[in-house]
């Protein structure tokens, strides 16, 4: 071994052992608080002089346990018990016996399903606090599974859970569903199993820092996107990979460009993605068509599927789209992006011409 193999394999056990310290760290964080919200609920349901400390009780036990036990921290470790519940079996394999001296699942208000505890453990495992304290805000079950799936399945960091959350991406991708498909969602997360799927309206570009009041060029934007590229590709969504900016098309000495080309893994095609300010027309359609049938023809290799073209505009009027895409063997979409997190009012209005173009 040479000593630069030395110095590598060191910094190498380092880093390991400092993630594991981390994780090791984070793992007693998450079970003393699971803890201290489950004797928190069993006093309140059993214990003898209860009626004594009532609705203050979070107060009085904040103001006698000192620093680090807020009661806004207490309320939220009686919450992360309340929802990530764990059976009699796996817990004794977890918590050492003397800790659970004074608990048992007689005092608590519900006992989890099987299946349900194995998934909370996972959460549990893998999830830091601060996932945690972004997930206990939910308090619709629906809308809180999806963002734990989505969390795990996608390695999203707090920050980023945080974000998507804010974004209101259940309800931007989930309300327009039928029900069981927003049950779907809920339990396995987003799918994405042919373009349709892969397909958001309206993305949200927030992290751009951009206002929307303010006029800027398409290449502004477009500059700015690359820029937070991480970003981006997450609001996309899942499988997208960035292959080229301003990917240039020549036809009969003319030169065309294609705003971005991006590849999607899991439906193995081309992604074209032509970028608009302002209100969509006709004439984005013929473009993107070409563009698609250019890439169809030169570009696709064999083993991929035929390429899909997202036209982004800052609005669109949807009988208006459905003329000027009609027919249009291409697959083709188009979505809206704000450059600012939606409204309840613009959440609103998004949803309901989902509806109406879905006949609910």
């Known amino acids: 071994m040479k000593y630069k193999e030395l110095i590598h394999q060191i910094k190498g056990i380092n880093s390991w052992s400092q993630a594991k310290a981390i994780q090791s760290v984070n793992a007693c964080l998450i079970f003393r608080n699971w803890l ?3 004797y928190i609920t069993e006093y309140v349901q059993k214990g003898e002089d209860r009626a004594k400390y009532g609705e203050k009780l979070l107060s009085t036990l904040s103001d006698d346990l000192g620093p680090g036990f807020s009661e806004d921290n207490l309320e939220r ?3 992360l018990y309340s929802f990530y519940r764990i059976s009699a079996t796996p817990l004794r394999k977890l918590i050492p016996a003397t800790l659970l001296r004074n608990f048992s699942y007689e005092g608590a208000s519900r ?3 099987e299946n349900q505890t194995g998934f909370n453990l996972n959460l549990l495992q893998k999830l830091s606090w601060s996932h945690f304290i972004e997930l206990i805000r939910i308090e619709n079950l629906l809308r809180r599974r999806f963002y734990e799936v989505e969390a795990i399945k996608n390695n999203w960091s707090s920050r980023e859970l945080h974000r998507q959350i804010n974004s209101l991406l259940f309800e931007r991708i989930g309300l327009s569903k039928a029900k069981r498909e927003v049950l779907l969602l809920a339990k396995k997360g987003e799918l994405v199993t042919k373009p349709e799927e892969a397909i958001r309206d309206p993305y949200v570009f927030e992290f751009l820092g951009l206002k929307q009041e303010r006029a800027y ?4 934007i477009e500059q700015s996107l690359l820029d937070h590229l991480q970003q981006f590709l997450l609001e996309l969504g899942k499988g997208f990979c960035f292959v080229a900016r301003q990917k240039r098309i020549t036809f009969n000495n003319q030169h065309y460009y294609v705003d971005l080309l991006l590849y999607h893994r899991k439906l193995k095609c081309l992604v074209a993605i032509d970028l608009k300010i302002g209100e969509f027309t006709h004439q984005d359609a013929g473009q993107m068509n070409f563009y698609l049938n250019y890439l169809r023809k030169e570009e696709m290799e064999p083993d991929e599927n035929l390429p899909v073209g997202i036209i982004l505009c800052t609005d669109k009027e949807d009988n208006y789209v459905e003329y000027a895409t009609g027919n249009i063997a291409n697959k083709l979409f188009v979505s809206r992006y704000l450059l600012q997190l939606p409204s309840k009012k613009q959440l609103a209005s ?11």
């Open 111 to 113: 006992k989890p399903a």
């Open 77 to 79: 470790c009686r919450k």
């Open 350 to 360: 998004f949803l309901e011409k989902e509806k109406r173009q879905l006949g609910e």
């Open 36 to 38: 201290l919200g489950a």
């Open 217 to 220: 060029t398409e290449a502004q």
